[in-house]
Each structure stands twice: as structure tokens, then as C-alpha cells.
């Protein structure tokens, strides 16, 4: 198994520009998450994916961000339009949820590093 | 949601054993207790999840009181390639808070 997949691995963009980050999770997971991680405010989740139907979104900062998951193997986070303060790591994560005992094992991909100029 | 608290950094030498403790006063009767690590520059990676007592696996353990207002992560004979962040996280489902982590420094 690769693992959970994202793309790109680093982005630099000016002001004011759109961006989409991409991720592929791991196969067979039923869960997918948008995190977000800077040095002021560690890991925050920004959206929550089940059954590629979105659960909770909000964290998700303001109406310029974006997330769309169409199938099973493929999401998008899209920034639109991006700012400074959107500089980042970006982690996809997924997960294989149980409605059984248990909380969230993520299995995280290597995180997409975006600098808006 | 229930929040946890950790050291912010801690030190230690190869081949010593180092225990990092979490406190976790607000845990809910549902929640679990789980742990990742955190290399520069890569995702968290998940090393071990527990509800109460002891738990183990290869790589490290963990320690549950019976009241599991705290949890401790053991890990065994450290090495220089465990300097890392550790995160400790109570929850269930997807609902999960991470802290500020420990920041392991492994010294020769």
C-alpha cells in the first residue's frame, strides 16, 4: 500500500491566486481529513469526509477554502483566493472508521507545504 | 472535548528509557487514548492507542490508571531516530484535539 498521497508536495504562489491541494487516501478507508499545521497553531482540523459525504466543516477558516470529495479515492482542498496567512502544511489523513468501540486510527500523507507570497 | 496536557520538551540519551506523561482530566467514558509521533517535515504517525490498563505493542507502551485521568507513553531503549514530536489525543470517532505535542530530543 503507497499510503495516503498528496499533491503537490510544495507549492509557492503569490497573493491572490486560487490553489488546489490533492489526495489520494488509502484504499478501503471510509474517512478522510483536512488538517492544517503552522508553528502558532499546531494541527487543526479543517474538514471531515465520511463516506466521501462531508460531516463537519468547521473548521474550515472562511468561504475562500474549499473541499470536494467526488469518489472514494480523491479529494480536493481548494483556496480561493489564497493569502499570505494561508501559508501552511496541508495534511490529508484517512481512516477506516467502525461504528464499534474504538477511536480514529489516521494514517497521514506527507503533506502538501504552501507558500502564498 | 477533552483536552490533554504534556510536557513541552524533554531530553534523554540512547539506550535510556523515556516515559512521557499526559494528563487528561475530561476524558468521557467513550474516549480513547492515542499517540503519535512526528518527524520534520512528514505526517503524524500513529504509534499506539489504548482505553485502560496496559497496552503494548513493538515499538512502545502504554500505561492507563484506572481512573484515566492520565495515560504514559513508554518508549524503550531510545535512539537518536526517535527525536521527534509526540502527540497525545483523547477522543472517539473523529473528534480528536491535538495539543501542542512533547518534543523528544535524543542526545548520544
Known amino acids: 500500500d503507497a499510503g495516503v498521497i498528496q499533491s503537490p508536495r510544495h507549492e509557492v504562489t503569490e497573493m491572490g491566486q486560487e490553489v488546489t491541494l490533492r489526495c489520494k487516501p488509502i484504499?478501503?478507508?471510509?474517512?478522510l481529513f483536512w488538517y492544517r499545521q503552522t508553528m502558532m497553531r499546531g494541527l487543526e482540523l479543517l474538514i471531515y469526509?465520511?463516506?466521501?459525504?462531508?460531516?463537519?466543516d468547521s473548521g474550515m477558516p472562511e468561504d475562500r477554502f474549499s473541499a470536494k470529495m467526488p469518489n472514494a479515492s480523491f479529494s480536493t482542498l481548494k483556496i480561493q483566493p489564497s493569502e499570505p496567512r494561508d501559508s501552511a502544511v496541508y495534511f490529508c489523513?484517512?481512516?477506516?472508521?467502525?461504528?464499534?468501540?474504538?477511536?480514529?486510527?489516521?494514517?497521514f500523507g506527507a503533506g502538501s507545504r504552501l507558500t502564498v507570497l | 472535548l477533552a483536552k490533554t496536557t504534556q510536557p513541552i520538551s524533554m531530553d534523554s540519551y540512547e539506550g535510556q528509557e523515556v516515559n512521557i506523561t499526559c494528563s487528561h482530566n475530561?476524558?468521557?467514558?467513550?474516549?480513547?487514548i492515542t499517540w503519535y509521533q512526528q518527524f520534520p517535515s512528514q505526517g503524524p504517525r500513529f504509534i499506539i492507542q489504548?482505553?485502560?490498563?496496559?497496552v503494548t505493542n513493538e515499538v512502545a507502551s502504554l500505561f492507563i490508571p484506572a481512573d484515566r485521568k492520565s495515560s504514559t507513553l513508554s518508549l524503550p531503549r531510545v535512539s537518536l531516530s526517535d527525536t521527534a514530536v509526540y502527540y497525545c489525543?483523547?477522543?472517539?470517532?473523529?473528534?480528536?484535539?491535538w495539543g501542542a505535542g512533547t518534543k523528544l530530543i535524543i542526545k548520544p
Open positions: 469526509f465520511n463516506n466521501n459525504v462531508p460531516i463537519d
Open positions: 475530561n476524558i468521557a467514558t467513550n474516549d480513547y
Open positions: 484504499s478501503g478507508h471510509n474517512s
Open positions: 489504548g482505553y485502560k490498563t496496559k
Open positions: 489525543l483523547v477522543g472517539s470517532n473523529y473528534q480528536l484535539i
Open positions: 489523513a484517512s481512516s477506516l472508521i467502525n461504528t464499534g468501540a474504538g477511536a480514529n486510527v489516521l494514517t
